[in-house]
């Protein structure tokens, strides 16, 4: 069963304000919702049914407060199996190719439920699992999030015990912090799959979007969207983000983004790997991480078969995503970084969503 220690609202004077109400029940397990509102008056929703990110809002330059992320207000409409807004991602986020690997000679089978390929952790992947949920005081709060994924749940070998904090800050920064321990060797690539739209209106695409990324490279990928094991510089190509230009600008010729960015940051480091801009609501967001890649995603799958809690149609382009992790299939691509966690190591990674106005 899920359970929520210190629970209690955060409501010191002065400090960042974190509370939680009832979300409903999946499974016969209690679900919360939690609230972050920092002194601006800005607030984030994170719910601990799948980790998902279920709101941002904030002010735009017109001084209109607005949601930045893809969200509902409601359990049900993640029941009914949105594709991953705002969730957390895992064991393996992306794809990995025919749902297998290999670890020390023995061969493990995943659910192919991308095609013939494996997608974010298979059928019941951590975006959708009750993670145990606990407040942890300070000046800002955070929300730890803990779940314990069984050897052979979704195939992957190992009991893989989870840990997954968010802190929200004054100055509007949104830090996911992840860390995990195995049993068993396994592979693991966790991230966070929010969809954004800074103009808070899914109905102005993010094709008007401006976005940089300090990534000389990229990696191509087949039609399955599985890598064909090359990296390829961006120069010369649509993929060439490293001087910011808008979304749109070559999206046809790139046949839609969906593709995984070779950073050049490896450290962490104040500069950002990644910054989004829109001149509507004069929104910036930055992006900073220890991940030697970053997937980025312009929406090319979205459809209109999903709604708003407003009722608008989410379409093609309605939102982006902009996600921090390692390369898809690398359990089997040895040329890229590892992601085999094996006993007695430790998982860490730290990412962080800066949202201001420029």
């Known amino acids: 069963m899920s359970t929520l220690e210190n629970p209690s609202s955060q409501n010191q004077p002065g400090n960042i304000n974190l509370n939680k109400e009832n979300f409903g029940e999946v499974d016969n397990q209690q679900t919360y919702l939690f609230t972050f509102t920092n002194r601006k008056g800005d607030r984030v929703k994170i719910t ?8 941002w809002i904030s002010l735009d330059k017109n001084g209109k407060k607005s949601n930045i992320v893809i969200g509902y207000k409601n359990l049900d409409s993640y029941l009914a199996e949105p594709p991953y807004f705002g969730a957390l991602i895992g064991r393996f986020a992306n794809r990995i190719a025919k749902g297998k690997f290999q670890i020390e000679g023995q061969i493990y089978s995943l659910p192919t439920n991308n095609g013939e390929n494996h997608l ?6 951590f975006d959708k699992v009750v993670w145990d949920a606990k407040i942890i005081e300070g000046d800002p709060p955070t929300l730890l999030l803990s779940y314990l994924s ?5 195939g992957y070998p190992g009991n893989l015990q989870v840990k997954v ?3 929200f800050t004054d100055d509007n920064e949104l830090e996911i912090e992840y860390n995990a321990e195995t049993d068993k060797a396994t592979p693991i690539n966790l991230t966070n799959h929010s969809y954004f739209n800074l103009t808070g209106d899914v109905s102005n695409l993010i094709l008007n979007h401006t976005l940089m990324i300090d990534a000389d490279n990229y990696i191509p990928v087949d039609s399955n969207l599985i890598p064909t094991g090359e990296i390829k510089s961006v120069i010369g190509t649509p993929f060439d983000f490293k001087t910011p230009d808008k979304i749109g600008t070559r999206i046809k010729e790139a046949g ?3 593709h995984n960015y070779v950073l050049n940051q490896k450290d962490n480091s104040d500069k950002p790997i990644a910054i989004l801009t829109d ?9 900073f991480t220890d991940q030697p890649g970053m997937q980025f995603y312009s929406g090319n799958m979205l459809n209109g078969a999903f709604k708003t809690d407003e009722g608008q149609a989410i379409k093609q382009y309605a939102a982006l995503c902009l996600e921090t992790q390692h390369f898809p299939n690398s359990p089997n691509e040895p040329r890229f970084p590892s992601v085999i966690l094996h006993p007695k190591d430790k998982y860490h990674t730290v990412t962080k969503y800066k949202l201001s106005l420029h």
């Open 48 to 55: 601990n049914y799948g980790g998902i990110v279920t709101e």
């Open 165 to 167: 904090s968010y802190t």
């Open 256 to 258: 839609g983004y969906d």
């Open 120 to 125: 974010h952790g298979g059928n019941k992947g």
């Open 150 to 154: 069984k050897d052979a749940e979704e």
């Open 279 to 287: 001149d509507i609501s004069g929104r910036k967001l930055e992006v």
